[in-house]
């Protein structure tokens, strides 16, 4: 009688088992795609001006709430995995010239020039003098995509190639691209000041770059002549203080130090 009572409560537990261990997947995926997370417009903190009054004017996409893609939007790992690894779907390939200039060291700066493929919209001749981000050059996609839509909307695009991240342009130096060094962008600047006099300037960074691009403003006022704006995109402010947040297991930041590390590794001893 009591191994009859036994068997007949086994699909019970069995049923709880399972109803335990969906309930336990459906929370792990709810955490890992951040669905819990509320939407909202972003802050801005900005200094009163004219020109702040017309950008939020020429730009209302600054006030409006940002609404992700369903379900995987709201998650920066899966949205850095499928940008960062895969691409658009049909990458753009646009056509620039490769630029080398010698630096009194004796390294070997590269930048690759672009041409506009239409008239910008004031009429006037503008230039996009852009860095990017660690370890990143004029040939990973978000750069790519970047720089096409720029000469589409009539802007010459000058993009710097980080000391040594090229695979195929060997150092000439004892030396590679640094969190703060500014000097390679400021030989690609000047390149561009001379060879287009008549041009203005429009520099753009991204997370490093956004470092050294806003350190050579600041450098010296000279630096600032004929630059209508600094675009700065998701730059880091303190390299000190994100190193300490890189070693943090929280929303996985340390595995994300070890494929940084890991990649400026392979960098350094394809060099050696």
Known sequence: MSTILETSELPAVFDGVKLAAVAAVLYVIVRCLNLKSPTAPPELIYQDSALARFLLKSCP??????????????????????????????????????????????????????????????????????????????EKQYIRTFVDYAQKNGYRC????????????ELTSPR?????????????????????????????????????????????????????CCVSVCQGYSALRAQETFMQWDHCRRFYNFLMADNMKKIILSHR
Request: some cysteine; aromatic content about 10%; hydrophobic content about 35%.
């Open 158 to 169: 000058a993009v710097l190639n980080h000391l040594g991240a090229l695979p195929n342009i």
């Open 176 to 228: 590679m691209f640094t969190y703060g060094c500014t000097w390679e962008f400021g030989a690609m600047v000047n390149y561009i000041k001379k060879t287009y006099p008549q041009t203005q300037l429009v520099v753009v960074g991204f997370s490093l770059g956004g470092n050294i691009v806003c350190k050579y403003l600041g450098e010296s006022q000279a630096n600032q002549e004929r630059v209508l």
């Open 61 to 138: 996409l600054l006030t409006k709430e940002y609404i992700p893609p369903l379900i995987w939007g709201k998650s920066g790992h899966i949205q850095t995995a499928l940008y960062g690894k895969m691409g658009r779907v049909r990458s753009p390939h646009p056509y620039g010239l490769r630029k080398y200039l010698t630096m009194p060291d004796g390294a070997t700066a590269t930048f690759d020039l672009f041409e506009p493929c239409s008239e910008h919209c004031t009429g006037e001749d503008v230039t996009m003098v852009i860095c990017p981000g660690i370890a990143n050059h004029s």
